[in-house]
């Protein structure tokens, strides 16, 4: 290793502006060197980069196989996004090469986004800032579809940091808390969060609001279909703001049109971005995000600061927090 450790910054201008680079360059530990790589950099100059790194950074990074195994110094892999569908594992097993997703630096922005998707589908806010803006001022008549979301029974898909975080925001508006999980919570945090594991059959049944936020994996993929769909009480909601497959949109919006489930609020879908076809956008019962529900300068400070400090373990010869299939994201 050289003196000064070699962090590189893989990462796509997309989704990583200048503002984002800048708070990352500020906050490089004492001792290490940080260089950046774009996504789309050259073949040759990405290999070379890559192995010479002895730390990446990625977001959302996509280093291939022949990347990987070249890549002889790198300790760690510190992926800044929770998800991690994209990457090839495999790759980085066989290579011996860790790696971490974000350690929930995105659970407090992406719960409360769920929240706000909640909310804005009770109330039909678009409909009234719409309308406003168009120069119409609404009838009562035309507002008696708003509900409360107040002593509603509100069922997490995934019990993960993002789930169990929007289970302390909801206890503020008195829901009751159903959750499915392949891995009960411990009954202490149970019993802090007023928590109860149900079967996913049963969850659906019984939800006023469903949220999701499970990982993408083959086992999740199409996990809500139309099966699932209509198991929901017909005055339900679905709130999404994990990742778009893990719901069969097909079947999704098919129930909504025909009123099968009261409403949905998205901020994931099948295709990003949305095509501008999409018949999700001619719904009046669903509101839409683009993806964005992790994305905060709040969120960005402690995505960076958790890498960082990840990187920073490792380092000093310590074992990485948030190993990717070592715990829940």
Known sequence: MSEHP???FLYSPRYVPQQIIDMATAQVPAGFRLELLEQDAPVELRREKISQADFLLGYPGNPSGAEIAAASRLKLF??????????DLAAFQHAGIPVANNGGANAPTVAEHALLLILAVYKKLPLHHDSLHQGRWLGLQETLGMREFR?????????????????RLASGFEATIRYYDTVRAPAELERELGATALPLDALLGEADVVSIHTPLTDRTRGIIDARALGLMKASAILVNTSRG?????PALIDALRTRQIAGAGLDVFAAE????????????N???TPHIAGVTLDTWARRIS????NIQRVAA???AESIIGGGQG
């Open 306 to 309: 958790f890498g960082f400090a």
């Open 273 to 284: 971005p949305m095509p501008t076809d999409s018949p999700l956008l001619d719904l009046d």
């Open 6 to 8: 070699t962090i590189v």
């Open 317 to 319: 010869g310590q074992a």
């Open 245 to 249: 497959p893990v719901v069969d949109e």
């Open 151 to 167: 002593a509603k029974t509100l069922g997490i898909v995934g019990f993960g940091r993002i789930g169990r975080q929007l289970a």
């Open 286 to 288: 669903v509101v839409v």
């Open 78 to 87: 510190q992926v800044l996004s929770a998800g991690y569908e994209w990457l």
